[in-house]
């Protein structure tokens, strides 16, 4: 796939627009930019769609597309260069992922939420002209499963029903990583500083999202009452169970080690320049990059943590609907994958309603 060099995307005052002299050819992409930031969308989510759409636009440039002449048609040639493109600094194609796709490949889900991003720039456009037809093919509402979700005893398995794309890729369907017990304390064991402790602890026992750890505050840690307040995606605020070995990590940074700061975020900068200032992602990632390294544990990435702890509750026999209140799901489907990674609770389960059949032979 084509990169023009000449249009770039840029961030201007918390927002996101393409730049470049390439750039007034797409002005409706920075109008829907700012139209997500003004509807309060995350600001990764904006980051991510001008991305996309950074990437749409730059091939319109290369096949000499205008954006106003975009057709289905346009759009699938599109998607096919998508498909036949190669990640730049990935290894060639002779690498493959236990999957079987190659790594040099962009992901179908990168794929389709690039389609779902020139969806929404057109369904933008159309709602400021009627007239305008989104290109972007809608399939078909999904179906209603059971006769329990219509009448509304199962509604809270249920779904939103959506139209897809008959464009949208197919996505595999993966089951969550988790670490062994071995592996989980092997990692943990190696950190040595009281706030890189209580960051992984909040993941390995208390379920957070790396997101969510980055944005607590002091305040939202009652370590005598032990529990969180999180906010987590989509600003849904929620209140979690602290472990009360993770609120003694906690209590010791904040007396011990947590440096002088104008910031409430909980966990800070310890050294070097930025000392005081709050942890970013990007310090996160290379905290645990180094872990790794010295541990030996090749998955031992922050959402593996959280994977292990919800592998546990499931192993535990907990309640699905608990389980989805202290890892912050949107929706229970979500959920339920760790039930199948919980084999042993699975087969107890089996093995018990198989006695219950047979007791009433």
């Known amino acids: 796939m084509s990169s023009d060099g000449d249009l770039r995307l840029e961030e201007h005052d918390g927002g996101w627009a393409l730049a470049g002299q390439a750039a007034p050819q797409f002005?409706?992409?920075?109008?829907?930019?700012?139209?997500?930031?003004?509807?309060?969308?995350s600001p990764k989510t904006v980051r991510s769609y001008g991305y996309d759409l950074l990437a749409f636009c730059r091939w319109l440039l290369a096949t000499g597309q205008p954006l106003s002449e975009v057709g289905t048609e346009v759009l699938l040639g599109f998607l096919r260069a998508c498909r036949e493109a190669k990640v730049p600094g990935r290894a060639g194609p002779n690498v493959i992922r236990l999957t079987g796709r190659r790594l040099d490949q962009y992901a179908a889900?990168?794929?389709?939420?690039?389609?779902?991003?020139?969806?929404?720039?057109?369904?933008?456009?159309?709602?400021?002209?009627?007239?305008?037809?989104?290109?972007?093919?809608?399939?078909?509402?999904?179906?209603?499963?059971?006769?329990?979700?219509?009448?509304?005893?199962?509604?809270?398995?249920v779904r939103r029903q959506k139209n897809r794309s008959p464009l949208r890729l197919r996505e595999p369907r993966q089951l969550p990583t988790a670490l062994s017990q071995s592996d989980a304390a092997e990692l943990l064991a190696s950190f040595r500083a009281w706030r890189d402790q209580a960051i992984a602890g909040l993941m390995l026992y208390c379920g957070l999202r790396s997101a969510e750890v980055l944005a607590l505050?002091?305040?939202?840690?009652?370590?005598?009452?032990?529990?969180?307040?999180?906010?987590?995606?989509?600003?849904?605020?929620?209140?979690?169970?602290?472990?009360?070995?993770?609120?003694?990590?906690?209590?010791?940074?904040?007396?011990?080690?947590?440096?002088?700061?104008?910031?409430?975020?909980?966990?800070?900068?310890?050294?070097?320049?930025?000392?005081?200032?709050?942890?970013?992602?990007?310090?996160?990632?290379?905290?645990?990059?180094?872990?790794?390294?010295?541990?030996?544990?090749?998955?031992?990435?922050?959402?593996?943590?959280?994977?292990?702890?919800?592998?546990?509750?499931?192993?535990?026999?907990?309640?699905?609907?608990?389980?989805?209140?202290?890892?912050?799901?949107?929706?229970?489907?979500?959920?339920?994958?760790?039930?199948?990674?919980?084999?042993?609770?699975?087969?107890?389960?089996?093995?018990?309603?198989?006695?219950?059949?047979?007791?009433?032979?």
């Open 27 to 41: 002005r409706l992409v920075d109008e829907y930019l700012a139209y997500l930031r003004d509807r309060n969308y």
């Open 217 to 361: 505050d002091v305040a939202d840690v009652d370590i005598g009452g032990r529990w969180l307040q999180v906010i987590g995606k989509g600003r849904r605020e929620r209140r979690v169970p602290l472990d009360a070995d993770v609120a003694s990590v906690i209590q010791v940074y904040l007396l011990a080690e947590r440096p002088e700061s104008v910031s409430g975020r909980l966990f800070l900068v310890a050294k070097g320049p930025n000392r005081g200032q709050p942890l970013t992602a990007a310090g996160l990632r290379t905290v645990f990059r180094y872990h790794r390294g010295v541990s030996g544990i090749i998955g031992g990435h922050p959402h593996a943590l959280r994977h292990t702890f919800g592998t546990a509750l499931a192993e535990a026999g907990v309640d699905l609907a608990v389980m989805q209140a202290l890892l912050g799901h949107a929706h229970v489907d979500t959920t339920a994958r760790y039930i199948h990674l919980a084999p042993a609770h699975v087969k107890a389960e089996f093995d018990a309603a198989r006695d219950r059949i047979r007791s009433q032979q």
């Open 109 to 157: 889900s990168t794929i389709n939420r690039r389609l779902a991003a020139i969806s929404g720039l057109f369904a933008f456009a159309a709602m400021r002209d009627p007239e305008m037809k989104n290109p972007v093919p809608r399939g078909r509402e999904a179906r209603w499963l059971a006769s329990g979700e219509r009448s509304g005893m199962l509604a809270h398995t």
